[in-house]
C-alpha cells in the first residue's frame, strides 16, 4: 500500500505518525446494544492499513450503526478496537482520524456548496481546490445554491467532493451509490479509487456489491450482529 496519505492541497506527500500502525483497524469482541436490541455482537475484524472493504448486509443488519461506531459518533457496550493506533473509547483522536460519509450527506443546509466544503476543510485545518473538487462533481453551477435546494443526487456529490477533499486516513462511506444516475455511480468509482491510491483505507457500505468491490475488494458481510469473511483481496 501507499505509505503516505496525500493531504488535501497540501502540495506534498505526508505520512502521519498514525500510518506507522500496520492496521487501519482492529475489533476484538465488540458489542454494541442500541435500546433493547444488541445491534452488533462480538465483532472480530482485521483490516490493514490502506485497504478497501466493501460492508453488505440487509436493510437493518447494522453497517450504518458500524460506521458510527467507527467514527466515533457511538461507544461500544464491550469489547476492544484500535484505529490507526488509537483506542476507539479515544472519542477525539479516532475523530482527528476519520471521516464518516453519511447516507443523508451529513451537509449544513444553509451553506452553500463552495461554503460546506471550505468549512470541512477549516475544520480539519487543511486546505484545497474547492472550486476544482466542485467542478468535478459536476456542482460548479451550485457552487453559491444553499445546500438545503440541492437534489438527493447533488447532496451525494457534494458529500463525495468533501470526502475526497478531505482524505482522511481512515474514509467511512455510507451507500454512496444511492440516488445517483449512471455518470454519479462512475464518478463515485473514480474518487474513491484515488482516494485508495493516496493510502486511505476505505470501507464503504453498499447494497451495490459489484460497483462497491470494484473499488474496495475486500468483502465483510454484517448478518446476525457478527461480521462475515465473504471475500478476502
Ligand atoms: N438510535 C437507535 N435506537 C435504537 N435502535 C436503532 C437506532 N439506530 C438504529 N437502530 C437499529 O439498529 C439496527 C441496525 O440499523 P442500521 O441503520 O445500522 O442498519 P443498516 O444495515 O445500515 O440498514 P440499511 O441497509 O437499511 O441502511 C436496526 O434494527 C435499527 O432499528
Redesign the pocket.
Known sequence: MAAGVKEAGGGGTVAPPELASAHALQLRGVWLR??R?A?LRGLEVDIPAGQGVTLL?????????LLRLLAAGLRPTRGEGRLLGYDLRDSRAVRGVTHLMP?DGGLYPDLTGAENLRFALQMHGQSGDVAGALRRTGLTGAAERRARFFSAGMRKRLALARAHLLARPLTLVD?PFANLDEGGRALVQELLTELRAQGVTLII?A?EPALAQAVAPRTLR?AGGQLHEEHRA
Do not use: F, I, M
Open positions: 442500541l435500546g436490541e445491534v448486509g440487509e436493510n437493518g443488519a447494522g453497517k450504518t450503526t447516507v451507500e457500505a447494497h454484517l
